[in-house]
């Protein structure tokens, strides 16, 4: 009875605090319960990114966020990050007052927080005594523990900042790509793409081995693809996901997993590529399928878009939206994907008909009448649909071209290309009869042709300036 009412009581403070930050903040909130389990979709990731996506979970997902929040701290407590730690107890005090882990450990913030400081400056004194002895790579190498040190402990700005000063004592290729990998993961955890993009052109300027390059692709590739999703450029991500090699595997788990992979790359090409395209490029592509395979509701969808199940294409990804809304790259794109690859769907949908009814159209996509109306409208004014919808006969009509027009419009483009014909070949006719045209010997034509023509053994390029000059004044 007791264990009942305490989960009560945390049911009501965790519907509190979400209804604040909806009312103060403005805060998306996802309510439906995620089809994942939150420990095996967390253990795909290593690093920082683990725990930002438990406090993203944490702060968005009621049903979740407890579980979240206490992960979090857990994982915490096992590193330097005090700062995110005072602030994952600070949400689970609202949320879980009572729970055991929403006690602030004071003592162990403090302790920590001196510890990071001592080793901080340890570091930058042995930094000093290098660079007095103007040893290279002990500079490199220090600048290298400063950045580490202080991305453990959260200063990513710092952090940015130490890894960019090795580049002047960078002596090989593979120091200069060391240097690029850290700041492109930094970058990505601060959502900086610019400087993702930026380095990920100088590591692919480097001369690399091909071990080098088989080992780079898969993180490069979704690394670029990260940042072209981040501008809205889903064509140019779906490509450079659909090119990511099936090596990727656990190795860039600090960033993102192969399920990411396919979800993101699979989202992308929905909302970026025609049927054909997706057949071609993505159901066919036997890299991309073994990412597929790990999250096969995603093929599913891709391939009901394909043979034209609408429905069943959306419905599947409105089944995992909350995994999408509560994952760190993706969230802030799902609602534009989703309005785009709904948007393609209805436009591939009429492409065959002049004339559907609303009724019909709203059962082929499970959407009530009057909510598709207000949609096709919205595609018509943005004229993402050439159509016009009857509400009176409650039909969706295609625009029909005016044939009169069309025929007046390429008769006179007829016309007016014989005519300019004509004139061509009138002052061709001039000109050789003026004797204008220069003619070279057959003796001659092979040489001269071969230094550009000139004189009378310059036939060849005699013709081209009189087409040249032909084409100028007709």
Known sequence: MASSTFAGGVADSVRAYFEQQQQTNNAVVVHGAPRFDLEAYIANYTGRTQVDRLLLIGTHSPPLAVEALKLAIKSLKNSQDVQRYRFAVAILQKMAPDDPDAVLDEEWAEKTARKNASEAEKIENTLKSYKHNLIKESIRMGHEDLGNHYYACGELTNAVKSYSRMRDFCTAPKHILDMSLQIIRVSIEQGNYMSVQAHIAKIRNLQRTPEEEEQLKPKL???????????????????????????????????LSSNDVAVYGGLCAL???DRQALKTEVLDNTNFRQFLELEPHMRRAI???????YASCLQILDEYKADYMLDVHLARHVRALYDTIRAKGIVQYFIPYSCVTLSGMAAAFSTPEAQLEAELIRMIEARTLDARVDTKNRLLTAKEADLRETVHRETLAMAQAYERQARMKLVRMNMIRAGLEVRGSKMQGGDMRAHGGGGRGGGGGGGLALAAFVERFT
């Open 221 to 255: 590739n979704t690394a670029m693809a990260l940042a072209h999703m981040s501008l809205g450029a889903y064509r140019d991500a779906a490509r450079a996901f659909l090119d990511c090699p099936p090596t990727l595997g656990a190795s860039f788990n600090e960033v």
């Open 271 to 273: 909302a970026s590529m």
């Open 303 to 309: 391939s009901f878009f394909f043979t034209a199940k």
